[in-house]
C-alpha cells in the first residue's frame, strides 16, 4: 500500500493544481512542493519499514488489469534494495528541483507556472512508476510517459534551441523504446503474463524451465537471448547515454532550464542504468555474460571521452553534461561487472551522480539567475564575491571528482574493485577505466579555477547577490547527503546487499558457469571459442 | 587510553571547522588560538601514545574509533574495509613530527599571516591539513591511508591557492600551481589505486594488520595490546543475522591483550553485553611466540604476504595467486603492487617523472612550504613504503627500481637547484633531492635511515623555509618601508612596487647583520643540510650511505648490490650538490652588501617568527642523538613495527668521506660567491656564468627544461585533442552531420509530420490545447467552478489515449 502511496501522492498533488489557476502561483509553487515533500517522507516510511536482510520484492501490492487467454497484465508494485535506492533518490532530488524554480526568471518571462508544476508532479510519478511497477507492459508505459513532461519542460523553459533540444531528446529515446517494446511484447506473449515476479510471474517461469530464451541457436549473437537482450540495452544505453549514443544529452542538458537538467541527470539517466540491472541482468543472464567486455568498452571509453571532452568545453553546463557521460561509464562498467560489488558500485554511484551532478547543476542554475551566461570566460574569481556559494561549490566538485571521504570515491572505488575482481571483465579494463579518475580532476578542477579562482576583475562579477535563504535549503540537503555516502555508506550498502547477492548468485554466476563450461567443451572439441571471437572488447 | 586516539583527528578537524564556520566573525588572535590549541592538542596526544608505547614495551594498539566503525563493508562480496586506526612506533613517529613542527609552524603563522584578509580561513586549512595527515599516518589499511592521501592533497591544493585573488594574474598562476599539484598527484595517486585493487584481490583485505598479529616475531615477544572487538565494525542493530562473518576476529583476540577505556566498555556492553564477558579471560590468555596460530584470513596483507614467502622459500615451488581468468606468479603480483605504489610515491614525495609539481607550490604562503612541501605531506609517500616494508623487501625488481628513481631525483633537483634564483624555489628543489635520498634508502632496504632522515630531514627543512620566509617577509617590510618613506608621492611607483620580487635572492645580500637570529638559525639549518657534524642531518645521511655501502658489498643478490654501489655514489654526489647550493644561498642572501634598497632597511622579525626558529634549530642539533653509533635507538624503536627495519652500522670512513664532500662544497661555494662577487648585479650574472661551468648553471636555471618537454609531450597535445574531439569529432560529426544524416530521410519523409511536431507540438498543440481547454472550461465552468483550464488534464486524457491505443493490437490478440 505504502508504494501506492508513494506512487500516487504526486498524481494527487497534480489533481489539485488543476483547480488553481496562474494567478495563484504560491499557492501552486507551495502545492508542489508540499507533495514532493510528501513524497519523499512517505518514501522515508518505506525504508524504514524494508528488511534489508529479505532479498525478494517487498511491499507487493497487486490486481490484474488485463486478462486474456493468452497473456495477462498486472498493476503489480513492489521494492527491493536496488529500486528503492533510486525511489529515494528520486523523492529527494524533486523537492529540490521544485524550491530551485520558485524565482526561475524562465518562469517569469515565459508564464504558465502552473503548467510547469504540473508536468514537474507529472515526471516524478512517472519516474517513480519506473522504479517500481514489476510487470513490463506497465512499465513501458511509464517509461513513455515519463518522457512527456521532459519534452514540455525543455520545450516550453528551455534556452534559445529549445525545440530542436526537444525533439530531438523525445525522438532519440523514442526510437531506442521501439526496440524495446518489440523486446517486451515477445518476453510477454511468449511467458503469457507481462509480469516478473510472482508464483506464475516472468521471473518463475524462467527459473523453473517453463520458458527460456534460447542462447546458442543459431549463433550466439543472432541467438533469441541475444536479440532480446539488445533490444532493452539499446533503449537503455541511449537514456544512459552509453558512447557513442550520448549525441541528444548535451542539447537536452544545455537547454533545459535548471530543474530540468537536475531531474535529467539525477533521476531520468538512471532509468537506462536501472534497467540494466533490473531487466538486461535478470531476464538475460547469458547474453549479459556474453556481451558485458564489449559493453565494458564503450562504458570505458565513455569514461575518457567524456572526461576529454568535457574537459575542452567553455560552457558550464556542457562541460557538467559531458561529465555526466563519463560518471555513467562508471556505472555502467560496475553493472556489468557481474558480482555483487561491481553492482553495488554500480547502483550507488547512480545515487551518487545524482546527488553530485544535480547539485552541479542546481550550482550552475544559482549563476545562470545571476549572470544570464554560462560562458566560464565570463567568469573568474567568484569565489570572493560569493564566499559561500564557492565553499559549497568546492564540496560538489570534489564530491564528483571522487574525493575519499566524499560519495563520488565510494561509489567509483567500489565500481573499480568489483570490476577488477568480476570474472567477466579484469585488471585491463580497470586500469583504463581507473585513468577517468586522473581526468575527472581535471576539467573539474579546470571549471572550479576558471569560474572561482583568479582575480575578481569583472565588473559585472562584482556584486552578485549572496546566496538566499531559498538557495541555501536547495543545496544544504546535497551537502549533508554528500558527506553522509562518504563517510558511512554502510546505510546504502546494507538496503541493497542482499538484493544485489542474491540477483548474482541465482542468475549470474550460473550463467558465468555454464558460459565457461561450454567455452571449455568448444575448445575441447576444437571449435572456433565464440566468446573470446565475438567479443570485441579483447 | 585508546580511546583518545582519534581525538587526535577530531581535535584538528574541529579546530579546522570552527575556524571556517566561524572564522569571519573572529578576530585573528581567536582564530590563532583555536586552530594553535587544537594543533597542540594533537600534539599532546601524539606524546601521550609515545609514552604508552614507551610504558608497554611497544605494544601497537588497533582502534575502532567511537564515531565510525564500519566503513565500505559489502558483505556479499567479502568487502570489509573499516574506519580503523593503528597506534604503532611508526605511525607515532609521524605524528609526533606532524603535531610538533606542526604546532610549531602554527605559531609561526601568526606572525606571518598577520593582516592577511582571510587569517582565519588559513588556519582552518592548516587544520585541515593536520588532521587529513594524521588520518593518513594512522589508518590500518590502505584505504584510510589513501583517505589521507588524497586528503593533504586538497589541504595542500587549497594552501598553494590561498592567494587565488592576487592582481595581475598573479592569482591565477598561483591558482595554476595548485591544480598542477592536485593532478601530478592525482597521477600518482592512480597508480596508488591500482595497488589498492590489487592487493585487496591478492589477500582480500586491505589492513595492514589484523588484531591479536605479531608484526615483527624477531623482537616481539608478547601480543598486541587493542580493544578490537569482533564485532566492533558492525552496525549497532540489525545485522545479528551477520554475526557469523565476525567469528574469525573473535578468534583472534585469543592472543590479544585488551585495554578498554569505561566508556566503549559500556558501550560495548550495552550492544552485545554477552561477549563482553569474555573480555577479561581474553587478558589472561597465552601469549603466543609468532604468528603461526593464525589462519590467512585472520592476518593483514603484510602478514599474509610474510607466510606465503616464508611458504615458498621452504617449498621452493612458486605461488600462484587467481585473478578470475588469469593467475599470476606471487611474485610478480608482488612486484606489480609495488611498482603502482611507487607510481603513488612519485607523486605525493614528488620524485622523477612525477616531482614538477613541487618546485611550484612554492606560490602558497611560506608556513604551507614548510609544513606541507617540506616537512610532512611530501614524506607520505616515503612513510607509506616503509609500512609497506614486507613487500618492498621481497620485490627485488621494483627495489632496484626505487633505488634508481630515488637517486637520480636527488642528483636532478640537487643540479636544479643550484641554478634557482628564488630563495624558496632553491629550498623546494632541496626539497626533492632530500626526498630522493630517503626513496632510495626504501629502495635499498634501509627502512630505519629513510625513517631517521624523514624526521631530521622534517625538522632542518621547515627550519630553512621558515628562516626563508623570515627573510622575506624582512625585505618586504623593508620595501614598504622605503616606499612608504621614500616615495611617498610617487603614485606610478605602484608599478615598481608590483615588478619588486621579495623571494628573489638577487635582491638580497649583506642580510646577516640585520637579521642575527633569523641568519644563525639559517646557517645551523644550512650545515645540518649539508650533513656536517654533529648536526641531526650529518647523523642520517650518514646513515643511509652507510647502508647503501653495505648492501653493495653485502652481496644479497646482483641488483641489489647495485643498487646499493649507485646509491652510494649517487648519493655523494648529490650532497656535495646539496652542500654548494645551499652555501650560495648564504652567500647570495646574508653576506655582501645589500643589492637592494629593500634589503637595506630589512628589520628582525618578531618573537611570533623568531621563536619558532629558534625552538627549532635546537632540534636540529640534538636530534642526532637518537640514532648515532653507540645507541641505534631509534632503530629498535621502529622493529616493532616494521618488519625488515634494522639498524645500520657506522662506518667511520664513509663518515669521514661524507663529511669531506659537505665540507668541499661549501668551501667551493665560498670561494666562488664568497666576497661579494656572487652576483654580478650590471650584466645580472650569477658567479658560476663567469666560470666554465656556464652551460651547466644555465641548464639547472632553465631546471633541465623539464616543464617544457612535459607541456610539448603531454599537455599541450592533451589540450589539442581535447578540443578536436569535443569540436570536430563529438560536435561537428557525431552531433551534428551523423545525426543529420540519421535524420535527413526521416525528415524529408515526414516533412508532413516534422512541421507539426515542431511548430505543433510545442506551439500549436499547447495553444491549440489552450484554445480548446478554453472551450471545453467555458463549457465545465458552472459545475466546476471554473478552475479546470488547464492543459494537464488535456495532456493526461492524450497519455491515456496513447495506452489505450497501444492495447488495441493486444486486445486483439488476446481475444
Wanted: glycine content about 10%.
Amino acid at each position: 500500500m505504502l508504494v501506492t502511496l508513494t506512487l500516487f501522492l504526486p498524481m494527487v498533488g497534480l489533481t489539485i493544481l488543476l483547480f488553481m489557476n496562474d494567478e495563484q502561483e504560491d499557492q501552486i509553487k507551495w502545492t508542489t512542493f508540499g507533495f514532493t515533500i510528501a513524497t519523499f517522507l512517505c518514501s522515508l516510511l518505506l525504508w524504514a519499514g524494508f528488511d534489508a536482510t529479505n532479498p525478494a520484492l517487498q511491499m507487493v501490492q497487486q490486481w490484474t488489469w488485463i486478462e486474456f487467454s493468452s497473456f495477462e497484465v498486472n498493476y503489480y508494485v513492489g521494492v527491493d534494495g536496488l529500486s528503492l535506492l533510486l525511489v529515494l533518490l528520486t523523492t529527494f532530488i524533486m523537492p529540490l528541483a521544485v524550491l530551485s524554480s520558485f524565482d526561475a526568471h524562465v518562469i517569469h518571462e515565459r508564464g504558465r507556472p502552473k503548467l510547469y508544476y504540473i508536468f514537474m508532479l507529472l515526471l516524478e510519478w512517472a519516474m517513480l512508476g519506473v522504479f517500481v511497477v514489476q510487470d513490463l507492459f506497465v512499465y513501458y508505459v511509464f517509461w513513455e510517459v515519463s518522457l512527456v513532461p521532459m519534452y514540455f519542460l525543455i520545450g516550453i523553459w528551455g534556452g534559445d534551441e529549445r525545440r530542436y533540444a526537444a525533439i530531438k531528446f523525445f525522438l532519440y529515446t523514442m526510437a531506442g523504446s521501439l526496440l524495446m517494446l518489440i523486446a517486451i511484447l515477445f518476453v510477454g506473449l511468449q511467458a503469457g503474463t507481462f509480469t516478473l515476479p510472482g508464483p506464475d510471474g516472468i521471473l518463475a517461469q524462467l527459473q523453473s524451465g517453463a520458458i527460456n530464451f534460447p542462447f546458442n541457436e543459431p549463433t550466439r549473437f543472432f541467438s533469441t537471448q541475444s536479440l532480446l537482450f539488445l533490444g532493452f540495452f539499446i533503449a537503455f544505453a541511449i537514456k544512459v547515454p552509453v558512447w557513442p549514443l550520448h549525441s541528444w544529452l548535451p542539447d537536452a542538458h544545455v537547454q533545459a532550464p535548471t530543474a530540468g537538467s537536475v531531474i535529467l541527470a539525477g533521476v531520468l539517466l538512471k532509468m537506462g542504468t536501472y534497467g540494466m540491472v533490473r531487466f538486461n541482468l535478470q531476464l538475460f543472464p547469458e547474453a549479459s555474460v556474453y556481451f558485458a567486455p564489449a559493453i565494458a568498452v564503450l562504458a570505458i571509453i565513455g569514461i575518457i571521452y567524456g572526461a576529454w571532452v568535457s574537459y575542452a568545453q567553455t560552457d558550464v553546463k556542457k562541460l557538467v553534461a559531458y561529465s555526466s557521460i563519463s560518471h555513467l561509464g562508471f556505472v555502467v562498467l560496475g553493472v556489468f561487472a557481474l558480482n555483487s560489488v561491481g553492482i553495488q558500485g554500480g547502483t550507488l554511484q547512480m545515487v551518487n551522480h545524482g546527488i553530485s551532478t544535480g547539485g552541479l547543476f542546481l550550482l550552475v542554475g544559482m549563476l545562470y539567475e545571476r549572470r544570464h551566461t554560462r560562458d566560464l570566460d565570463a567568469f573568474g574569481g567568484i569565489w570572493k564575491a560569493m564566499p559561500v556559494y564557492g565553499g559549497i561549490s568546492l564540496v560538489v566538485v570534489l564530491s564528483s571528482l571522487g574525493l575519499p571521504g566524499l560519495n563520488g570515491f565510494v561509489g567509483e572505488f567500489t565500481i573499480l574493485l568489483g570490476s577488477y575482481g568480476s570474472l567477466v571483465l579484469g585488471a585491463v579494463y580497470t586500469f583504463f577505466a581507473t585513468i577517468g579518475v586522473i581526468l575527472a580532476a581535471i576539467y573539474m578542477l579546470h571549471m572550479f579555477q576558471k569560474v572561482f579562482l583568479g582575480e575578481l576583475d569583472k565588473e559585472e562579477n562584482m556584486n552578485l547577490p549572496p546566496l538566499n535563504w531559498r538557495e541555501i535549503a536547495v543545496i544544504v540537503p546535497i551537502v549533508v547527503m554528500i558527506f553522509w555516502i562518504g563517510l558511512r555508506p554502510w546505510t546504502f550498502f546494507r538496503t541493497m546487499d542482499s538484493t544485489a547477492e542474491n540477483l548474482v548468485e541465482e542468475r549470474l554466476e550460473v550463467a558465468i558457469e555454464a558460459l565457461d563450461d561450454s567455452a571449455d567443451v568448444a575448445a575441447a572439441d576444437g571449435e572456433v571459442d565464440l566468446v573470446v571471437a565475438e567479443t570485441e572488447g579483447e | 587510553m585508546s580511546q583518545i586516539v582519534p581525538l587526535i583527528i577530531l581535535i584538528p578537524a574541529l579546530g579546522s571547522f570552527i575556524n571556517i564556520f566561524w572564522g569571519s566573525r573572529l578576530e585573528e588572535k581567536q582564530s590563532a588560538l583555536i586552530a594553535i590549541f587544537a594543533s597542540t592538542g594533537a600534539f599532546i596526544i601524539a606524546l601521550l601514545l609515545y609514552f604508552n608505547l614507551l610504558a608497554t614495551n611497544y605494544q601497537e594498539a588497533i582502534i575502532n574509533p567511537f564515531f565510525f566503525d564500519s566503513w565500505l563493508r559489502i558483505p556479499s562480496g567479502g568487502v570489509e574495509i573499516p574506519w580503523q586506526m593503528r597506534v604503532d612506533t611508526l605511525s607515532v613517529t609521524m605524528m609526533l613530527v606532524i603535531t610538533g613542527v606542526g604546532t610549531l609552524i602554527h605559531v609561526y603563522a601568526v606572525g606571518y599571516m598577520h593582516g592577511d584578509e582571510r587569517f582565519s580561513r588559513f588556519f582552518a586549512y592548516l587544520n585541515l591539513f593536520l588532521a587529513f595527515m594524521l588520518v593518513l599516518v594512522t589508518g590500518n589499511n590502505l584505504l584510510m591511508l589513501f583517505v589521507g592521501w588524497e586528503g593533504v592533497g586538497l589541504a595542500s591544493y587549497l594552501l598553494i591557492g590561498f592567494w587565488f585573488d592576487k592582481a595581475k594574474g598573479e592569482g591565477y598562476r598561483n591558482a595554476n600551481a595548485a591544480r598542477k599539484a592536485f593532478i601530478a598527484n592525482r597521477v600518482g595517486d592512480f597508480g596508488l589505486l591500482m595497488a589498492i585493487f590489487l592487493t585487496f584481490w591478492t589477500f582480500g583485505t586491505l589492513d595492514f594488520f589484523k588484531p591479536g598479529e605479531i608484526v615483527n616475531p624477531d623482537v616481539q615477544t608478547g601480543a598486541a595490546w587493542s580493544d578490537h572487538h569482533g564485532d566492533a565494525y558492525g552496525e549497532d542493530d540489525g545485522h545479528g543475522a551477520e554475526e557469523g562473518d565476525h567469528t574469525e576476529g573473535e578468534a583472534s583476540l585469543g592472543a590479544t591483550f585488551v585495554l578498554t577505556s569505561n566508556a566503549y566498555a559500556e558501550e560495548v556492553e550495552d550492544d552485545h553485553g554477552d561477549d563482553h564477558a569474555t573480555d577479561p579471560a581474553i587478558a589472561a590468555a597465552p601469549v603466543f611466540p609468532d604468528n603461526s596460530h593464525l589462519t590467512m584470513e585472520q592476518m593483514g596483507a603484510f602478514g599474509q604476504a610474510e607466510r606465503m614467502i616464508a611458504e615458498q622459500e621452504e617449498s621452493g615451488e612458486a605461488i600462484m595467486v587467481q585473478f578470475g581468468p588469469f593467475e599470476f606468479r606471487f611474485g610478480v603480483v608482488i612486484t606489480i603492487i609495488t611498482l603502482f605504489m611507487l607510481l603513488g610515491a612519485t607523486g605525493k614525495s614528488a620524485q622523477i617523472p612525477l616531482f614538477v609539481w613541487l618546485p611550484d607550490a612554492m606560490a602558497g604562503p611560506t608556513p604551507v612550504s614548510a609544513l606541507i612541501h617540506a616537512a610532512t605531506m611530501v614524506t607520505a609517500g616515503v612513510y607509506m613504503m616503509v609500512r609497506a616494508n614486507t613487500f618492498f623487501h621481497f620485490a627485488e625488481v621494483t627495489s632496484f627500481i626505487v633505488a634508481i628513481i630515488g637517486v637520480i631525483t636527488a642528483l636532478v633537483a640537487g643540479f636544479i637547484a643550484i641554478g634557482q634564483w628564488d630563495i624558496k624555489r632553491v629550498l623546494a628543489y632541496s626539497t626533492v633531492s632530500q626526498l630522493g635520498f630517503m626513496v632510495a634508502a626504501v629502495g635499498i632496504g634501509a627502512y630505519v635511515p629513510a625513517m631517521f632522515h624523514l624526521v631530521t630531514h622534517a625538522f632542518f627543512k621547515a627550519l630553512l623555509f621558515l628562516g626563508s620566509g623570515s627573510v622575506i617577509h624582512g625585505v618586504e617590510h623593508g620595501h614598504h618601508h622605503v616606499h612608504d618613506h621614500g616615495h611617498d608621492d610617487h603614485h606610478d611607483d605602484h608599478g615598481h612596487e608590483e615588478a619588486f620580487d621579495a623571494q628573489d635572492m638577487r635582491n638580497m645580500g649583506g642580510l646577516a647583520g640585520k637579521m642575527p637570529i633569523t641568519f644563525v638559525t639559517y646557517i645551523i639549518g644550512t650545515l645540518a643540510l649539508a650533513g656536517i657534524f654533529p648536526l641531526a642531518g650529518f647523523w642520517s645521511k650518514d646513515e643511509i650511505l652507510a647502508d647503501a655501502w653495505l648492501v653493495g658489498i653485502g652481496g644479497g643478490g646482483f641488483l641489489h648490490s647495485l643498487s646499493g654501489y649507485i646509491a652510494l655514489v649517487g648519493l655523494l654526489i648529490a650532497a656535495g650538490f646539496t652542500a654548494f647550493y645551499m652555501w650560495r644561498q648564504i652567500e647570495l642572501v646574508f653576506f655582501g652588501e645589500p643589492r637592494s634598497e629593500a634589503a637595506e632597511h630589512a628589520p628582525e622579525s618578531t618573537a611570533w617568527i623568531t621563536i619558532p626558529l629558534m625552538v627549532l634549530a635546537f632540534f636540529v642539533i640534538t636530534l642526532g642523538a637518537m640514532n648515532t653509533p653507540w645507541g641505534h635507538r631509534f632503530a629498535t624503536w621502529l622493529e616493532y613495527s616494521a618488519r625488515h627495519a634494522h639498524a645500520g652500522q657506522f662506518q667511520i670512513l664513509l663518515a669521514i668521506i661524507a663529511l669531506s664532500v659537505g665540507i668541499g662544497g661549501i668551501y667551493l661555494a665560498r670561494v666562488i660567491y664568497g666576497d661579494k662577487k656572487g652576483y654580478d648585479a650590471e650584466r645580472d650574472l650569477d658567479a658560476l656564468q663567469k666560470t666554465p661551468a656556464a652551460p651547466a648553471w644555465h641548464a639547472a636555471n632553465q631546471r633541465l627544461w623539464w616543464d617544457d618537454v612535459y607541456f610539448a609531450v603531454f599537455i599541450n597535445p592533451f589540450i589539442a585533442a581535447g578540443k578536436f574531439l569535443a569540436d570536430v569529432v563529438d560536435w561537428r560529426f557525431l552531433h551534428d552531420d551523423f545525426h543529420n544524416l540519421l535524420t535527413a530521410g526521416f525528415q524529408r519523409a515526414g516533412g508532413m509530420l516534422a512541421t507539426p511536431v515542431d511548430r505543433g507540438v510545442i506551439d500549436g498543440s499547447v495553444l491549440g490545447l489552450g484554445r480548446f481547454a478554453q472551450w471545453a472550461g467555458d463549457r465545465m465552468r458552472r459545475p466546476q467552478n471554473g478552475f479546470v483550464r488547464s492543459y494537464g488534464v488535456w495532456l493526461l486524457s492524450g497519455a491515456i489515449l496513447v495506452v489505450i491505443f497501444l492495447l488495441i493490437p493486444l486486445f486483439q490478440n488476446g481475444g
